[in-house]
Nanobody, 118 residues
Framework: VQLQASGGGLVQAGGSLRLSCEAS????????MGWFRQAPGKEREFIAR????????YVVDNMKGRFTISRVNAKNTMYLQMNGLKPEDTAVYYC????????????WGQGTQVTVSS
């Protein structure tokens, strides 16, 4: 599966962005997809995940209320709606996919840069 992330950009603090992650083929064998981010000089950070079949979601506590993960099956696309952005949200955002039965995310998108100015 190839993943194409898009939607990043430059936004002022308090603004919003919606990231998209399109899979190259139907996600019938995809168990879970997720969003991660990595800021300069920091480790990669998990943000949220969605179970593809059920749509069940999980967002890390410190981003709940600002970040929302969703998907549209028919478009093989996952989204991350980000509201109330802060300068500390500046990072490269990555999407990833995990196949059923796998223990880790094996497929990664190329990343999209999000820059939040103060």
């Amino acid at each position: 599966v190839q993943l194409q992330a898009s939607g990043g950009g430059l936004v002022q603090a308090g603004g919003s962005l919606r990231l998209s992650c399109e899979a190259s083929r139907p996600t019938s064998d995809t168990d879970m997809m997720g969003w991660f981010r990595q800021a300069p000089g920091k480790e990669r950070e998990f943000i949220a995940r969605i179970i593809w079949s059920s749509g069940s979601v999980y967002v890390v506590d410190n981003m709940k209320g600002r970040f929302t993960i969703s998907r549209v099956n028919a478009k093989n696309t996952m989204y991350l709606q980000m509201n109330g952005l802060k300068p500390e949200d500046t990072a490269v955002y990555y999407c990833a996919a995990k196949s059923a039965g796998a223990t880790s995310y094996a497929y990664w998108g190329q990343g999209t840069q999000v820059t939040v100015s103060s």
